[in-house]
């Protein structure tokens, strides 16, 4: 059983294009989590550092396919966030998503706190870990325990023809707060799409639906790149990011997305809607 769960793992993994080299099943206590190091970090050392990284998450989830994950980057540390990864370790790939850093995420008018949350699935009761990396090449850790599990194999909330029908929507909405600072906007990018995960049994046909998901998210404001993002199967159907920056351009900001299939997705958001 487990060499087959392997074999069914590492073709969810080739799939997930450029997101991560290895997948595996973690059965039993074992824990995964050394393997899941080697495979991305090498020999690097990742420290845990409530300091420079907090994760988020319900002890409980009411629904694993839809988890809750927000992760906040304190201001001392924002100016320096290079990268971030999003772990999983006991779902079948364990890598959720990668986001790389770029000048308008970690600078700005005022470097404040940064965050940035989303919605995951939890295949079973795992700890759930954001690694942030800093451009001194530090990497920092925060981790939660969150007891879900059938996350990745639940069926989607349509059917899927109908799911990829209405699928493509996508939307950016920018908020401000001036409370927070003239120049501080949260930012919430939602794109329409089932993010299949290959385990999801059809019950007309009763066949598993292949793998098609949001694999690349870049936002950008003018030609200033505030993140890009590659994502797998964890990351939950109809993909939501929210996260927030400081800026004192007026220009808007764009979000530009493919899938596995090479469907494109674009939005855009005034930076500074009306009041």
């Not at 973690?26 to 845990?48: H, K, N, T």
């Not at 998503?97 to 700005?108: E, K, L, M, Y």
């Not at 299949?196 to 200033?224: C, D, L």
């Not at 790149?225 to 007026?250: K, Q, Y």
Request: proline share 7%; with cysteine; net charge neutral.
């Amino acid at each position: 059983m487990q060499s087959i769960l392997r074999k069914f793992s590492a073709a969810l993994a080739s799939a997930a294009v450029g997101l991560t080299a290895f997948a595996f099943t973690a059965m039993g206590d074992d824990d995964p989590w050394p393997e899941i190091q080697r495979a991305l970090f090498s020999s690097r050392p990742v420290q845990d550092d409530p300091a420079s990284v907090q994760i988020f998450a319900p002890n409980q989830a009411d629904d694993a396919a839809v988890v809750p994950i927000s992760i906040k980057i304190p201001s001392k540390v924002a100016a320096s966030a290079k990268a971030l990864t999003l772990i999983i370790d006991r779902n079948p790939v364990p890598v959720a998503a990668t986001f790389a850093f770029g000048n308008g995420f970690r600078s700005g008018p005022d470097v404040g706190e940064r965050t940035i949350a989303t919605r995951v699935r939890v295949d079973a009761f795992s700890r759930v870990r954001a690694v942030l990396e800093t451009t001194d090449g530090v990497l920092h850790m925060a981790s939660k325990f969150v007891i879900g599990s059938g996350g990745c194999s639940a069926p989607a909330s349509k059917d899927p023809e109908q799911a990829l029908a209405q699928m493509g929507k996508a939307h950016l909405t920018i908020l401000r707060d001036d409370s927070n600072g003239k120049d501080w906007r949260e930012a919430r990018v939602m794109i329409k799409h089932p993010n299949f995960t290959g385990m999801q049994m059809n019950k007309t046909t009763g066949n598993y639906t292949p793998a098609r998901f949001v694999n690349a998210i870049e936002v950008k404001q003018g030609n200033t790149v505030l993140w890009s993002m590659e994502g797998g199967i964890s990351i939950s159907e109809d993909p939501n990011i929210r996260f927030t920056f400081a800026t004192e351009s007026p220009e808007d900001l764009e979000f530009n997305a493919t899938d596995t299939a090479g469907a494109k997705f674009r939005a855009t958001g005034s930076i500074s809607p009306p009041s």
